[in-house]
């Protein structure tokens, strides 16, 4: 017994300190965004003069309206896109299955870097000027992939007795789809648009090759400002952002124990 609440103690200390490495940078960043000095690494006392003057920044609400505009849109199209192609690969045998299955998951294995030359050489070949349209395409590329592998993630354990049921009782496929497929993957729906969302709001370097003049994002503007060093505005504007992904999670993650709890 004693060895055991030693054990029991070593993991709970293990498990305390894993937190607090993931979580203190966080804290720390949110703590300076009130800091009255310019200077980051010295307190000098509390203000919101740095929220104040991002309301008043033009530049920033701009490229803010850009990320939400293009996370929303994109994640959007790539949900529905996702959650067909998962239903699909899920439910039908096809010749060539095994390769498109594989090759779902290249978009999340190669490095963004090479994710962003290979979109801005498609957009160059094909002639369509770099802005917000073709950010939005390449949000919808890369998190497409994301979408179907959870989405094909919920499927795995669904029962396909109930689709015959809904089906011998004189359901048509569609009606199954929207009244009984649906409803069940729909945690798992919620779960890759919020995975799209988050990516598509952060993305940086994917964002930097195929954005164009008036086509900033919060993260590139962000970037953009840190080469000039660390400022409470930075911090101010980083928090902003931690805070919306945040709600966004608590929303999402409401609505899919909501569809849980149903089911």
């Known amino acids: 017994m004693r060895n055991k609440g030693i054990t029991r103690s070593i993991f709970s200390l293990y498990t305390i300190l894993i937190y607090i490495v993931l979580y203190m940078p966080m804290i720390i960043l ?3 965004s009130f800091n009255n000095s310019k200077v980051n690494a010295v307190w000098q006392g509390f203000t919101f003069k740095w929220y104040l003057g991002l309301m008043k920044d033009s530049a920033v609400l701009k490229a803010m309206a850009n990320s939400i505009m293009i996370a929303v849109i994109s994640t959007l199209i ?6 067909l192609a998962a239903v699909g690969m899920y439910k039908y045998k096809f010749k060539g299955k095994t390769v498109l299955d594989g090759m779902i998951y290249v978009p999340v294995i190669i490095p963004e870097l090479v994710m962003g030359i290979a979109l801005l050489m498609l957009f160059s070949q094909v002639k369509l000027p770099l802005g917000m349209l073709t950010l939005i395409l390449a949000h919808i590329t890369f998190s497409i992939s994301y979408v179907v592998i959870v989405v094909k993630a919920r499927l795995e354990g669904f029962d396909k007795a109930l689709e015959e049921a809904a089906m011998d009782l004189g359901a048509s496929p569609f009606q199954t789809f929207i009244k009984v497929t649906l409803p069940i993957i729909m945690p798992g729906i919620i779960a890759g ?9 952060d993305d940086v370097i994917i964002s930097f090759f195929v954005s164009g003049p008036g ?11 840190v080469r000039l060093g660390v400022t409470p505005e930075i911090n101010a504007l980083s928090t902003v952002m931690l805070i919306f992904t945040l709600t966004v999670a608590v929303i999402s993650e409401l609505i899919r124990l909501k569809f849980s709890n149903n089911n």
């Open 78 to 83: 790539s949900t529905m896109i996702g959650t």
């Open 30 to 32: 949110v703590v300076f």
């Open 193 to 201: 648009a919020l995975l799209a969302f988050t990516l598509s709001l």
């Open 215 to 225: 086509a900033t994002t919060l993260p590139l503007k962000i970037f953009s400002m």
